[in-house]
């Protein structure tokens, strides 16, 4: 390497020869200049790493030149010399952009302390830039790698499932006899090659689901209205045989009674599958576990949900990191899982805007608790109208609300739908409309169809709802269907003034 150069500014030509001789006989490379002018110059036609500068100098001082020369080359490192009983400080001289300081006259042991200490620092500022460089290319290698995880794993989850698909619908023929008569022990084998299928694929949908979310694409619920019981029914059906096998207790305290609550319902049984079948995974033989509501939010508008079991407990060391990604309690040694289920709950809870939360103590058992939203204005506000309109401004797309009211002549009152006939009416309407839109009946005499369509197609889809509903045979005799529709862009207005439109006819109703 060659020798480091050191810029060296005075005007006394026998300061300036004196420390050209101290700086060479260092081991530097010396360079003069005789006025800050000319030093601005050379640095603009070549780096230097060390500039020493005289303060009192005519026309520009060292002051002026330090600021002059800090601005336009900010790595330079300058040490300054200083007079005696001048009228500065060191503080002013460091202020003005100087490393360091000889003072007048100096010796030739003091200028190579001063410029050692100077190189090092330098060369310290150097590595820490080249570290810091290092680091960012290795981070940004590592964001790579772990994106291409993601495809990957999204890639081979895809790959997997056909073939599965595959193998569990012959199983299933084989199963329903369609191969002929199958011995009991026949049956018995393909029950249990059926049964870890099933738990195969529910491993890859886990592994889909976690690819979605890293990728940022989240998970797209579809939010309709439902009954909390069912959909713990729903779960709880799956895992009967297990829970017989485990002897575990298991207890709906649900009230069928309940007000029914705004969810993705493929989203919610997955959710209390993965809630139940860790609280089976971690309770002994003879336990329980029971299913509760705890009430409201203090808003009102979300139901607080509790999944509680008797038993082994998670430490309270591990308690925070339960809902992590790959997170196995390493104490219990009970590793049957993907470490994925729970943060996978959390994710599909916070999709519905809702909060969970793990309580638990050694030994005694483990409460899952999380909220809900309700049915009602707010949160169909929320979940649906909101996060639609977002997305219909951002692709440049239209955005309809269908209103439909059911009216009874006779009784002059809306006639209000039986849960039971919901389920036709919903059957037909989902025929009608895309399977992207979104229909929620609210509260039974009222449906709402939320839609990526223009004003012109949103009327012409609600008066064929109007026909359908009427000739179908799906509602009592008599009853009278009227649809209204309200769609985004407007003729006038903005999109605030849309949402308070939309907000104004679901509150009224
Ligand atoms: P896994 O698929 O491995 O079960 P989860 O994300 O569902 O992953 O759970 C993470 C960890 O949290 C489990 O491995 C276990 O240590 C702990 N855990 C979850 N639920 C319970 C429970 N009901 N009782 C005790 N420990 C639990």
Not at 20 to 27: Q, R
Not at 107 to 135: H, W
Request: some cysteine; charged content about 25%.
């Amino acid at each position: 390497m060659g020798k480091e150069r050191v810029l060296i500014v005075d005007d006394e030509p026998m300061v300036l020869d004196m420390v050209s001789a101290y700086v060479s006989h260092i081991g530097f490379e010396p360079v003069t200049a005789r006025t800050g002018k000319e030093v601005l110059e050379r640095l603009r036609n070549e780096p230097f790493p060390i500039l020493v500068t005289d303060i009192k100098m005519p026309e520009m001082d060292g002051f002026e030149l330090m600021e002059k020369v800090k601005s336009e080359f900010p790595d330079i490192h300058i040490i300054a010399m200083t007079g005696h009983g001048a009228s500065y400080t060191f503080t002013d001289v460091v202020t003005a952009g100087a490393t360091d300081y000889l003072n007048k006259p100096f010796t030739l042991d003091e200028m190579m302390a001063k410029l050692n200490r100077v190189s090092r620092e330098r060369e310290l500022i150097r590595d820490l830039k080249q570290k810091s460089a290092e680091l960012g290319s290795a981070n940004e290698e590592l964001q790579r790698l772990n994106n291409l995880k993601s495809i990957f794993v999204s890639g081979v989850s895809h790959e997997l499932r056909t073939p599965l698909t595959v193998i569990k619908e012959f199983i299933s023929l084989m199963l329903d006899g369609h191969g002929g008569t199958l011995t009991e022990d026949q049956r018995e084998y393909l029950g249990i090659a059926h049964k870890n299928i099933l738990r195969l694929t529910n491993l890859i949908d886990t592994l889909l689901d976690f690819s979605r979310i890293e990728s940022g694409k989240g998970l797209q619920l579809k939010f309709e209205s439902a009954r909390l019981t069912e959909i713990v029914e729903d779960a709880s059906i799956t895992l009967s045989q297990m829970l017989e096998e485990k002897r575990i207790e298991f207890e709906n305290r649900l009230d069928p009674d309940m007000p029914p609550v705004l969810i993705d319902r493929n989203r919610l049984v997955e959710v209390f599958i993965n809630l139940i079948n860790n609280a089976m995974k971690f309770t002994p033989a003879g336990g329980k576990i029971t299913i509760d509501t705890r009430g409201l939010t203090e808003s009102r508008d979300y139901l607080k949900v509790l999944v509680g079991d008797t038993g082994i407990g998670i430490p309270p060391e591990d308690l925070p990191r339960v809902f992590d990604r790959f997170y196995q309690a390493q104490s219990t040694g009970i590793s049957m899982g993907s470490g994925l289920g729970l943060a996978i709950t959390k994710e599909i809870i916070e999709g519905h805007q809702g909060l969970i939360r793990a309580e638990s103590r050694l030994g005694y058992g483990t409460s899952f608790l999380f909220t809900l939203p309700l049915l009602g204005a707010n949160n169909i506000f929320r979940l649906i109208i909101q996060p639609m309109l977002v997305e219909a401004e951002k692709d440049g797309l239209s955005f309809s609300m269908i209103r439909i009211k059911l009216w009874d002549p006779k009784m002059k009152k809306d006639a209000a739908l039986s849960y039971d006939s919901w389920g036709s009416v919903k059957y037909a309407l989902q025929k009608m409309v895309r399977s992207v839109d979104t229909i929620v009946p609210f509260p039974n005499s009222l449906i709402y169809i939320f839609s990526f369509i223009d004003g012109k197609l949103a009327r012409e889809i609600g008066e064929r709802v109007e026909v359908k509903l009427t000739q179908g045979g799906y509602l009592p005799k008599g009853t009278e269907v009227q649809s209204k529709n309200y769609s985004y862009p407007l003729d006038t207005g903005s999109v605030e003034d849309f949402l308070k439109g939309c907000r104004q006819l679901i509150k009224t109703e």
